[in-house]
């Protein structure tokens, strides 16, 4: 391979790590806000992922397989489904489970091995449903409006598919920075994040700011379900698992709990994940496949992490008194 | 409205007993506080203040005992209802968002206000108090001084625009001078209308300023009255002001 071949791949390569990194920096902000307000780690939240794209599937499939309605109104029916399914289960688990053992004052493991024990309760769930009507491994319909390509330089083209995942991500993450930065409800959730007694004293109603986070970040979960099942055309309850570790990853990457930071986190290890993807066979004649592409972009964020422990966009810990 | 409702007290604490697990920290606590009034709760290290204050705003709920408030008791509510009910607090080490700017925190003060010419009217109203505050809005809280920071905090709670203000040690930490500042504005404050519970150590500048005074001694009220009173007695000055 030349330079110049080299060079070429560059603008699909970025393309594509952009609309991957923006699927991660969706799933990002959940995990981010609602350890900005309550410091836990909701292990739950990649099963909440999950089953936004489970339900995307089923509405595509039962809904409007054959059907003349414009796919983009197709998949706009399948994320206000999503949405609204994987928004009800995060305020579910928060009020059922974590709430409880917030009032009871339960130290920090506690609501810690029962996030995990939601994960496995949705992934069982999730499987035992779906095995009711068949296999539980569920393919995305196929649309072929989605496969349409436009150019990108006078060699590339980018396919309808990316376009949709980067518009709507976008639009999502700009209006969640929007909503958090500039309105009252935004505003309350950063002081409750800095400081929930301090709010309550302002006649914050702190419980019903924390049951509001972690509906946006389900509401986030379940789009960006959505826009996972559409970009690799099949799910399964086991889904969630590793988008949810590599989002979590890009939380602390951007340094949990900053939203700005879930965002950069995302978009860096997408874009690290598919160029390593793409590069490590080239540069190593293929002796490093793209199969081993996780180890390199985890490297590099370790490397960064011992660099930045706060993540790129942390607070410092010592500004915490 | 009944006779008896006109005339009792803005808010009255009666045999408050509060627990930190095994911790009995308050021990049957009781007083008031009437309208129009600055009274005092002065107390050495570890008396029961904060407690007291965190009771009545319902920071702390495991307590028994009643708290009334404009003659209803407001024991059963959470805490963002006690502040919407026109208790404002300024809790110690003033606490306020050292993320958000100074507008963002003052901001948040009105939180339950949604009428934006009275938001800034009342923004108005405490840069008047707090000009040092006016200069820096877009600055964040947590780059402010100590004595800055506790300005914020009572312009914070000024925002509510509080029936009754309670402050939690609001001379700690600062300077002569502005320890001298701050207990004008609490005048000040007073003189417009707003009655204050002033939880202090600096007995001497408190009583100064208040109308009657309770003196706390390991979780219980060791002696009340005439600030004044207190002031030139001197089982108190030995006690609480060091001069003995
Ligand atoms: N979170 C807590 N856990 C256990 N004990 C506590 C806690 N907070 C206060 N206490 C105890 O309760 C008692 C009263 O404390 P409080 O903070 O009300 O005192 P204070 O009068 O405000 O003192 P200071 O002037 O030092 O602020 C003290 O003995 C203290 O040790
Ligand atoms: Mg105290």
Redo the contacts between chains.
């Keep these: 391979m030349t330079y110049s071949d080299i060079l070429m791949l560059l603008p699909v390569t970025l393309a594509d790590g952009l609309v991957l990194g923006l699927v991660y920096a969706t799933i990002a902000l959940g995990y981010s806000m609602v350890y900005g307000v309550l410091g836990l780690i909701n292990f739950a939240h990649s099963e909440i992922f999950m089953v936004g794209a489970i339900v995307s599937v089923e509405v595509m499939t039962y809904a409007f397989v054959g059907s003349d309605l414009h796919p983009i109104i197709q998949i706009a029916v399948a994320m206000v489904c999503a949405a609204t399914v994987s928004g009800t289960l995060a305020v579910a688990a928060e009020r059922i489970a974590y709430r409880p053992l917030r009032i009871r004052k339960a130290p920090f493991l506690a609501p810690l091995i029962t996030a995990i024990g939601i994960s496995l309760f949705l992934q069982d769930a999730v499987r035992f449903i779906e095995s009711l009507f068949g296999q539980f491994i569920r393919p995305f319909p196929s649309i072929p409006f989605f496969d349409q390509q436009i150019p990108l330089t006078a060699n590339d083209t980018i396919s309808y598919k990316s376009v949709t995942i980067l518009v709507i991500a976008g639009t999502m993450l700009l209006t969640l920075n929007y909503l958090v930065q500039h309105t009252?409800l935004g505003?309350?959730i950063?002081?409750v994040a800095?400081?929930r007694?301090?709010?309550?004293?302002?006649?914050?109603?702190?419980d019903r700011i924390i049951m509001i986070t972690f509906l946006i970040g389900g509401i986030l979960a379940g789009v960006a379900g959505v826009l996972y099942a559409l970009q690799f055309g099949r799910v399964d309850p086991f889904t969630g698992f590793i988008p949810g570790l590599k989002a979590f990853t890009a939380a602390v990457l951007g340094g949990i709990g900053s939203i700005p930071g879930a965002m950069l986190g995302g978009v860096i290890l997408g874009i690290l994940e598919v160029l390593i993807g793409t590069y490590a066979p080239i540069f190593t004649n293929n002796v490093i496949g793209t199969e081993y592409k996780d180890i390199f972009a985890f490297g590099i964020l370790i490397i960064i992490l011992i660099f930045k422990p706060t993540g790129l966009l942390g607070?410092s810990t010592t500004?915490?008194? | 409205m009944t006779a008896g409702s006109q005339t009792a007290p803005l808010l009255e604490v009666r045999d408050l007993q509060a627990y930190y697990g095994h911790i009995h920290a308050l021990k049957g606590v009781s007083f008031k506080v009437e309208k129009g009034e600055i009274v005092t709760l002065i107390g050495g290290n570890g008396a029961g203040k904060t407690t007291t204050l965190a009771t009545i705003?319902r920071?702390l709920t495991s307590s028994t005992g009643d708290i009334l408030f404009e003659g209803r008791s407001i024991t059963g509510l959470?805490?963002?209802d006690v502040?919407?009910a026109g208790i404002?607090?300024v809790?110690e080490g003033r606490?306020?968002?050292?993320?958000?700017t100074i507008l963002?925190n003052l901001?948040?003060?009105a939180?339950?206000l949604s009428d934006k010419a009275e938001i800034a009217r009342r923004l108005e109203h405490g840069f008047t108090l707090f000009p040092r505050l006016k200069e820096r809005v877009k600055q964040l809280g947590?780059t402010l001084s100590g004595g800055e920071q506790q300005m914020l905090a009572v312009a914070?709670a000024l925002m509510?625009n509080p029936r009754i203000l309670l402050l939690d040690e609001p001379s700690m930490g600062l300077s002569p001078l502005f320890v001298e500042r701050i207990f004008e504005i609490i005048e000040a404050i007073n003189r417009e209308g707003t009655t204050v519970l002033l939880v202090e150590q600096n007995a001497h500048m408190a009583l100064g300023i208040a109308h009657r005074a309770y003196v706390l001694k390991n979780g219980e009220i060791a002696m009340e009255g005439d600030a004044r009173h207190l002031l030139s007695d001197d089982a108190i000055r030995e006690a609480y002001l060091g001069e003995g």
């Excluded at chain 1, 007694?197 to 702190?206: D, F």
């Design positions: 009252k505003k309350a950063r002081a800095l400081d007694k301090a709010a309550s004293l302002m006649g914050v109603n702190v607070r500004e915490k008194v | 705003s920071l959470e805490p963002h502040v919407n404002a607090h809790p606490r306020i968002f050292s993320g958000l963002e901001e948040m003060g939180f339950a947590g914070r509510q």
